[in-house]
T-cell receptor, first 115, second 108 residues
Framework: DARVTQTPRHKVTEMGQEVTMRCQPILGHNTVFWYRQTMMQGLELLAYFRNRAPLDDSGMPKDRFSAEMPDATLATLKIQPSEPRDSAVYFC?????????????FGEGSRLTVL | KNEVEQSPQNLTAQEGEFITINCSYSVGISALHWLQQHPGGGIVSLFMLSSGKKKHGRLIATINIQEKHSSLHITASHPRDSAVYICAVSRRPHKIIFGKGTRLHILP
């Protein structure tokens, strides 16, 4: 049963700490998205990778957020230093060229609380 | 004005009722997605369509490209259908724009 796997599912941390979220896309998918979901803003795109190359990270605060794909089976989203306003659910999704006609497959999300 | 608007924002109905959720968009798209999110849960893709109609079980999704409008219908609704339903549109090159979602609550 192919699915996108995210870790951790829940994370509570103190302001100023580094947070790393990980995503294992579905094997064979060539695109990976990171989204952030909040009550106020809904789902927002943070970063987009195709074939491991970052093609769009315009939605990501550059001073504290970074996203990478060290290999085809792992995508990471790092926040350093974290702030209370970063509290949200972070979703990873993967697909096969979803920007045109492909279906998106989402992970279960990582719920981050920054105190 | 949001590029993707959903209505209603909240909907409560009795089990068995026919449910319709609407989505209007103001930009050119390559595809439209309907997603389902249960409380505290992940997001599941229900449909992806670029024309016409698709059906899966009790769920039906339609899209009218000329009118820039899509509807998601649920027949014989059940309490387990209670969730947030999100409309999203895909634009070239890769932008996906999400609606704010419709919170559906089906009462037994």
């Amino acid at each position: 049963d192919a699915r996108v796997t995210q870790t951790p599912r829940h994370k509570v941390t103190e302001m100023g700490q580094e947070v790393t979220m990980r995503c294992q896309p579905i094997l064979g998918h060539n695109t990976v998205f990171w989204y952030r979901q909040t009550m106020m803003q809904g789902l927002e795109l943070l970063a987009y990778f195709r074939n491991r190359a970052p093609l769009d990270d315009s939605g990501m605060p550059k001073d504290r957020f970074s996203a990478e794909m060290p290999d085809a089976t792992l995508a990471t989203l790092k926040i350093q230093p974290s702030e209370p306003r970063d509290s949200a659910v972070y979703f990873c999704a993967s697909g096969q060229e979803p920007e045109y006609t492909g279906e998106l497959f989402f992970g279960e999300g990582s719920r981050l609380t920054v105190l | 004005k949001n590029e993707v608007e959903q209505s209603p924002q909240n909907l409560t109905a009795q089990e068995g009722e026919f449910i319709t959720i609407n989505c209007s968009y103001s930009v050119g798209i390559s595809a439209l997605h309907w997603l389902q999110q249960h409380p505290g849960g992940g997001i599941v893709s229900l449909f992806m369509l670029s024309s016409g109609k698709k059906k899966h079980g009790r769920l039906i999704a339609t899209i009218n490209i000329q009118e820039k409008h899509s509807s998601l219908h649920i027949t014989a609704s059940h309490p387990r259908d209670s969730a947030v339903y999100i409309c999203a549109v895909s634009r070239r090159p890769h932008k996906i724009i999400f609606g704010k979602g419709t919170r559906l609550h089906i009462l037994p």
